[in-house]
Protein backbone atom coordinates (compact mmCIF):
# COMPACT_ATOMS: atom_id res chain seq x y z
CA UNK A 1 0.00 0.00 0.00
CA UNK A 2 1.31 3.34 -0.79
CA UNK A 3 -0.52 6.69 0.88
CA UNK A 4 -0.18 9.46 -1.41
CA UNK A 5 -0.51 13.26 -0.38
CA UNK A 6 -0.80 16.07 -1.90
CA UNK A 7 -0.07 19.89 -1.69
CA UNK A 8 0.16 23.00 -3.02
CA UNK A 9 -3.18 23.23 -4.47
CA UNK A 10 -5.07 27.06 -4.27
CA UNK A 11 -6.75 30.17 -5.40
CA UNK A 12 -4.68 31.52 -8.68
CA UNK A 13 -5.79 33.95 -11.01
CA UNK A 14 -5.57 33.69 -14.50
CA UNK A 15 -1.48 33.76 -15.92
CA UNK A 16 -0.40 32.69 -12.71
CA UNK A 17 1.58 29.49 -11.63
CA UNK A 18 1.70 26.68 -8.91
CA UNK A 19 3.61 23.96 -7.65
CA UNK A 20 2.19 20.74 -6.86
CA UNK A 21 3.99 18.63 -5.07
CA UNK A 22 3.45 14.76 -4.49
CA UNK A 23 4.75 12.73 -1.22
CA UNK A 24 4.62 9.48 0.14
CA UNK A 25 5.68 9.06 3.95
CA UNK A 26 8.27 6.65 4.38
CA UNK A 27 8.53 5.50 0.75
CA UNK A 28 10.67 7.26 -1.91
CA UNK A 29 8.44 7.77 -4.95
CA UNK A 30 11.51 7.74 -7.43
CA UNK A 31 10.88 3.81 -7.40
CA UNK A 32 7.59 4.44 -9.22
CA UNK A 33 6.28 5.53 -12.30
CA UNK A 34 4.23 8.48 -11.40
CA UNK A 35 1.34 10.76 -12.80
CA UNK A 36 -0.71 13.53 -11.96
CA UNK A 37 -4.40 13.91 -13.16
CA UNK A 38 -7.23 15.87 -12.53
CA UNK A 39 -10.82 16.31 -12.07
CA UNK A 40 -13.01 18.81 -12.90
CA UNK A 41 -16.38 18.92 -11.83
CA UNK A 42 -18.55 16.90 -13.93
CA UNK A 43 -15.99 15.90 -15.70
CA UNK A 44 -14.30 12.78 -16.26
CA UNK A 45 -10.97 12.31 -14.23
CA UNK A 46 -8.25 12.63 -17.25
CA UNK A 47 -4.15 12.66 -17.27
CA UNK A 48 -2.50 15.96 -17.22
CA UNK A 49 1.21 14.22 -17.19
CA UNK A 50 3.54 10.98 -16.01
CA UNK A 51 6.98 11.12 -15.39
CA UNK A 52 8.85 7.40 -15.96
CA UNK A 53 11.71 6.08 -13.26
CA UNK A 54 14.78 5.18 -15.31
CA UNK A 55 15.07 7.52 -17.69
CA UNK A 56 12.51 10.12 -16.24
CA UNK A 57 10.89 10.89 -19.69
CA UNK A 58 7.71 12.13 -19.52
CA UNK A 59 4.06 13.06 -20.97
CA UNK A 60 1.72 16.00 -21.46
CA UNK A 61 -1.53 15.82 -21.98
CA UNK A 62 -2.31 18.55 -25.20
CA UNK A 63 -3.82 20.92 -23.20
CA UNK A 64 -1.35 21.79 -20.79
CA UNK A 65 1.85 20.97 -23.02
CA UNK A 66 3.94 24.06 -23.02
CA UNK A 67 2.51 25.39 -19.68
CA UNK A 68 3.15 22.36 -17.01
CA UNK A 69 6.06 20.75 -16.28
CA UNK A 70 6.73 17.31 -13.90
CA UNK A 71 9.67 16.75 -12.45
CA UNK A 72 11.76 14.63 -9.67
CA UNK A 73 13.76 14.96 -6.89
CA UNK A 74 15.07 11.85 -6.09
CA UNK A 75 16.96 13.06 -2.82
CA UNK A 76 13.80 13.23 -1.35
CA UNK A 77 11.29 11.24 -3.97
CA UNK A 78 8.80 13.89 -4.19
CA UNK A 79 7.07 14.23 -7.30
CA UNK A 80 6.20 18.14 -8.46
CA UNK A 81 4.01 19.49 -11.29
CA UNK A 82 4.82 22.76 -12.23
CA UNK A 83 1.59 24.66 -13.22
CA UNK A 84 2.47 28.10 -15.34
CA UNK A 85 0.22 30.35 -17.31
CA UNK A 86 -3.15 28.72 -15.58
CA UNK A 87 -6.16 28.94 -17.23
CA UNK A 88 -9.32 28.90 -15.72
CA UNK A 89 -10.37 25.53 -17.71
CA UNK A 90 -7.38 24.19 -15.27
CA UNK A 91 -9.84 24.72 -12.37
CA UNK A 92 -10.04 21.10 -11.16
CA UNK A 93 -8.83 18.53 -7.65
CA UNK A 94 -5.64 17.19 -8.75
CA UNK A 95 -4.50 14.00 -7.67
CA UNK A 96 -1.01 12.23 -8.26
CA UNK A 97 -1.09 8.52 -8.78
CA UNK A 98 1.38 5.67 -9.17
CA UNK A 99 1.24 3.26 -12.27
CA UNK A 100 1.89 2.73 -16.08
CA UNK A 101 0.33 6.18 -16.54
CA UNK A 102 -1.61 8.10 -18.66
CA UNK A 103 -4.28 5.94 -18.38
CA UNK A 104 -6.80 6.10 -15.16
CA UNK A 105 -7.78 2.52 -15.26
CA UNK A 106 -4.20 1.66 -15.03
CA UNK A 107 -3.07 3.18 -12.33
CA UNK A 108 -2.72 1.63 -8.37
CA UNK A 109 -2.55 4.11 -5.63
CA UNK A 110 -4.11 7.15 -5.61
CA UNK A 111 -3.95 10.60 -3.19
CA UNK A 112 -6.72 12.36 -1.96
CA UNK A 113 -6.30 15.22 -4.03
CA UNK A 114 -6.07 19.34 -3.88
CA UNK A 115 -7.99 21.82 -5.50
CA UNK A 116 -6.73 24.19 -7.62
CA UNK A 117 -8.87 27.06 -8.56
CA UNK A 118 -8.51 29.24 -11.28
CA UNK A 119 -10.48 32.53 -11.01
CA UNK A 120 -10.39 36.33 -11.01
Known amino acids: QVQLVESGGGLVQPGGSLRLSCTAP????????MGWFRQAPGKEREGVSC????????YYADSVKGRFTISRDKSNGTVYLQMNSLKPEDTAVYYC?????????????WGKGTLVTVSA
Open 26 to 33: GINLDDYQ
Open 97 to 109: ATGPCPQVADMNF
Open 51 to 58: IATIDRST
